[in-house]
């Protein structure tokens, strides 16, 4: 067991593997690891994810549009085996130079397009259809509650999905520091949803298509092992209204099955091609 006292030495190396659970792929460097090609399907949108939080912030939006009549929208979606290390091969590195999910790559004009990090990609495809991103005076709201979610995801998920849940040792410090932290986060959520509909405003945008795979989980019970009971997730009911509302969408529904691979097999879909590949699948 670490030491809780450790005192860091004044130059830090990477002597050991840490990072509990994906301490295996952990280093301190960038770039590929290993020469790797990208799968390629037929449309313009080629999406690589993994059906984390972050990851189907993609497929949701993707899923939205086609719902909302953007047939150029459509879709390959192809999943990445973070545990594995699959996003440190060259192929998603030359998409994505950060080695995260999801990446996006645009074949739709003269030149390819790559798009990396969950908030761009959102920014990227509602500016590119006219969706979900209001241009009126609302806009500032919804961009301020979208890059919200998007800074607050660390503390939630490296800081207290980590050391809650997948962190080799458990220590009272970081566990309490990052419990608060997401409660708090929670807490302004839950503020804005008692006098708003949505975090934006009136109407569904690209904030809450943010947002709600992280928040979400948690009101469910279905993400780091008893957390919704830990964080006493059941005390911000505006918070679950909003959550089950946006849960009931067909599109959502979707797209939160889309490159997710664990659980039963009627909530899995591994590739998607067409609107055909959910067919039989419990959505």
Same mark, same amino acid.
């Given at each position: 067991?670490?030491?809780?006292? /450790?005192?860091?030495?004044?130059?830090?190396?990477?002597?050991?593997?840490?990072?509990?659970?994906?301490?295996?792929?952990?280093?301190?460097?960038?770039?590929?690891?290993?020469?790797?090609?990208?799968?390629?399907?037929?449309?313009?949108?080629?999406? /690589?994810?993994? $059906?984390?939080?972050?990851?189907?912030?993609?497929?949701?939006?993707?899923?939205?549009?086609?719902?909302?009549?953007?047939?150029?929208?459509?879709?390959? $979606?192809?999943?990445?085996?973070?545990?594995?290390?699959?996003?440190?091969?060259?192929?998603?590195?030359?998409?994505?130079?950060?080695?995260?999910?999801?990446?996006?790559?645009?074949?739709? *004009?003269?030149?390819?397009?790559?798009?990396?990090?969950?908030?761009?990609?959102?920014? #990227?495809?509602?500016?590119?259809?006219?969706?979900?991103?209001? &241009?009126? *005076?609302?806009?500032?709201?919804?961009?301020?509650?979208?890059?919200?979610?998007?800074?607050?995801?660390?503390?939630?998920? !490296?800081?207290?999905?980590?050391?809650?849940?997948? $962190?080799?040792?458990?220590?009272? /410090?970081?566990?309490?520091?990052?419990?608060?932290?997401? +409660?708090?986060?929670?807490?302004?959520?839950?503020?804005?949803? $008692?006098?708003?509909? /949505?975090? *934006?405003?009136?109407?569904? @945008?690209?904030?809450?298509?943010?947002?709600?795979?992280?928040?979400?989980?948690?009101?469910? *019970?279905?993400?780091?092992?008893?957390? +919704?009971?830990?964080? &006493?997730?059941?005390? #911000?009911?505006?918070?679950?209204?909003?959550?089950?509302?946006?849960?009931?969408?067909?599109?959502?529904?979707?797209?939160?099955?889309?490159? +997710?691979?664990?659980?039963?097999?009627? @909530?899995?879909?591994?590739?998607?091609?067409?609107?055909?590949?959910?067919? !039989?699948?419990?959505?």
């Amino acid at each position: 067991m670490a030491d809780p006292t /450790y005192t860091p030495p004044a130059v830090w190396t990477n002597d050991t593997e840490n990072g509990g659970k994906f301490a295996s792929i952990n280093k301190p460097t960038a770039g590929a690891r290993e020469d790797s090609e990208l799968p390629v399907g037929n449309h313009d949108f080629q999406l /690589y994810s993994l $059906a984390t939080p972050n990851g189907v912030k993609a497929s949701i939006m993707l899923e939205e549009l086609l719902e909302a009549g953007h047939k150029a929208a459509e879709y390959d $979606a192809w999943t990445i085996d973070i545990s594995s290390g699959a996003q440190f091969g060259s192929g998603f590195v030359d998409v994505n130079p950060n080695s995260k999910i999801p990446a996006l790559l645009d074949r739709s *004009g003269a030149e390819p397009v790559r798009v990396f990090e969950s908030g761009a990609i959102l920014m #990227y495809l509602a500016e590119k259809f006219g969706s979900f991103l209001p &241009s009126d *005076g609302s806009r500032p709201e919804v961009l301020s509650w979208l890059f919200w979610q998007i800074g607050s995801a660390p503390f939630i998920g !490296g800081g207290f999905g980590h050391f809650y849940a997948y $962190a080799p040792e458990k220590y009272e /410090y970081p566990i309490n520091r990052y419990a608060m932290e997401t +409660k708090r986060l929670f807490d302004v959520a839950d503020r804005r949803l $008692a006098e708003s509909q /949505y975090l *934006g405003g009136d109407d569904y @945008t690209v904030a809450d298509i943010a947002a709600f795979p992280w928040m979400a989980p948690f009101v469910e *019970g279905t993400i780091y092992n008893d957390a +919704k009971t830990f964080l &006493s997730i059941h005390e #911000y009911e505006n918070v679950a209204r909003w959550a089950k509302t946006i849960a009931e969408r067909p599109a959502v529904r979707r797209g939160r099955i889309v490159t +997710k691979v664990w659980g039963d097999d009627d @909530t899995q879909l591994r590739e998607r091609h067409s609107a055909e590949d959910f067919d !039989g699948k419990a959505i």
